[in-house]
């Protein structure tokens, strides 16, 4: 168990839909980040907050949008969904900026 | 454009014996490289990492080597055990302006499959 905690762990919806995943990082992780993985990409990845500020981001369409809270959970917003969305997406922290990153066990987005 | 390869997409190996996973990459400017172990249904694990000052980094069964002239690191598991069975990736990274060395590039995953 990484303590990063993950939900829902599995999502379903239709396109156009808009979800929101949810992270809670491990105890004492400031940095949270988000990464997609789908079939024929890989893991990628797509942003970081620390202690509430965004601090890096990658390829992360315009569509998605995420965010650090007080108490250090973040979300991550996809909205227009499209069927090319579906993927597991999985959400990391770690003490600082700096790696090891500690991975949950991941959102699985089906979008029908 | 894929900056960091792993180009077997499968390894088997019998227990007992030594498992040697390959990475390669492109761009230069990677200075820290590490490797996950990814069972189903869970998120990658962390397993080993070096920094591009070493070559060498060993945790017990557990070894990262790195070519940094060509680009290329390896890990070796001796001796490989069942449990070992997964996939592997190795990802990469580099700390530019004094940013965050979380902003990993995978490579696509080694499935490694350790035989009884």
């Known amino acids: 168990d990484s303590g990063v905690t993950q939900t829902p762990k599995h999502l379903i919806t239709a396109t156009g839909q808009r979800v929101t995943l949810r992270c809670s990082p491990r105890s004492g992780d400031l940095s949270v980040y988000w990464y997609q993985q789908s079939l024929d990409q890989g893991l990628q990845f797509l942003i970081q907050?620390?202690?509430?500020?965004?601090?890096a981001k990658g390829n992360i369409l315009e569509r998605f949008s995420a965010q650090q809270f007080p108490d250090l959970h973040s979300e991550l917003n996809l909205s227009s969904l499209e069927l090319g969305d579906s993927a597991l997406y999985f959400c990391a922290s770690s003490v600082g900026q700096s790696t090891p990153l500690h991975f949950g066990n991941g959102t699985r987005l089906t979008v029908t | 454009d894929q900056q960091v390869k792993q180009n077997s997409p499968s390894l088997s190996v019998q227990e007992g014996r030594i498992s040697i996973l390959n990475c390669d990459y492109t761009n230069s400017m990677f200075d820290y490289f590490l490797w996950y172990k990814k069972y189903p249904a869970e998120g990658p694990t962390f397993l080993i990492s070096?920094?591009?000052?070493?070559d060498k980094n060993e945790d017990g069964r557990f070894t990262v080597f790195l070519n940094k002239s060509a680009k290329h690191l390896s890990l070796h598991i001796v001796p490989s055990q069942p449990g070992d069975s997964a996939v592997y990736f190795c990802a990469a990274s580099r700390k530019a302006g004094g940013t965050s060395y979380g902003k990993l590039t995978f490579g696509q995953g080694t499935i490694l499959t350790v035989h009884p």
């Open positions: 907050y620390y202690n509430g500020e965004e601090r």
């Open positions: 070096i920094s591009s000052i070493k």
